[in-house]
């Protein structure tokens, strides 16, 4: 987490950046199901965010639905308290684990990440799988953004751009880079969503 955080703040300072393009970066880090039980987790968050110098809302925990089930009550209550300190929550690999729908409205959580395998089925004359169509629409009812894992080809972005999907993320835009390559990336106008 203070890597992360750390990371974001040298980001920020980096001069060859433009504002437009650095507000719009933003860090996301996954939340194990350990660490959400952890009763030190949100002050470690609190600490990492404050000694970074970054907005807590440039920085989304994701958890994935199995490690929210754990303990539901727990983890409701840690949540609420990462909301408090200004962070943003995804719900990772969303649709993979449960089929009861309704811990959404007890959760703060402000995105569902399709899970990669959803979009995989994407492609090749096929249309949009109807679960996929599902999630975006939930997602748009429950005032959620939807992103997309595992976008590689351009075919993927176009149909989800067409259902409404704004973000995304997969090889299509970028393999992982060393954090010094991030910035050459960004400095020469690579848009940082679906929607750029």
């Given at each position: ?35 959400l ?53 995804a ?69 989800l ?24 990336l ?11």
């Amino acid at each position: 987490m203070a890597e992360a955080c750390r990371q974001l703040g040298a980001w920020n300072a980096e001069e060859r950046l433009s504002g437009a393009r650095l507000q719009r970066l933003s860090m996301w880090v996954n939340m194990s199901a350990r660490e959400l039980q952890e009763p030190e987790f949100v002050q470690t968050v609190a600490d990492a965010v404050k000694s970074s110098g970054i907005a807590p809302e440039r920085l989304t925990l994701e958890i994935t639905e199995s490690g929210l089930m754990a303990d539901l009550d727990q983890s409701t209550a840690t949540l609420h308290r990462l909301r408090a300190l200004g962070a943003r929550l995804a719900i990772d690999d969303f649709d993979t684990g449960y089929s009861s729908l309704s811990y959404l409205e007890r959760l703060p959580v402000e995105v569902l990440k399709i899970d990669r395998s959803f979009t995989a089925a994407i492609g090749h004359g096929r249309d949009v799988p109807l679960l996929v169509r599902s999630i975006v629409k939930l997602g748009q009812t429950l005032h959620m953004e939807v992103l997309a894992e595992g976008i590689e080809t351009a075919e993927q972005l176009t149909r989800l751009r067409a259902i409404d999907c704004r973000l995304g993320q997969g090889f299509h835009f970028s393999q992982a880079l060393p954090a010094v390559e991030v910035i050459e990336l960004l400095a020469h106008g690579w848009p940082s969503a679906m929607s750029a």
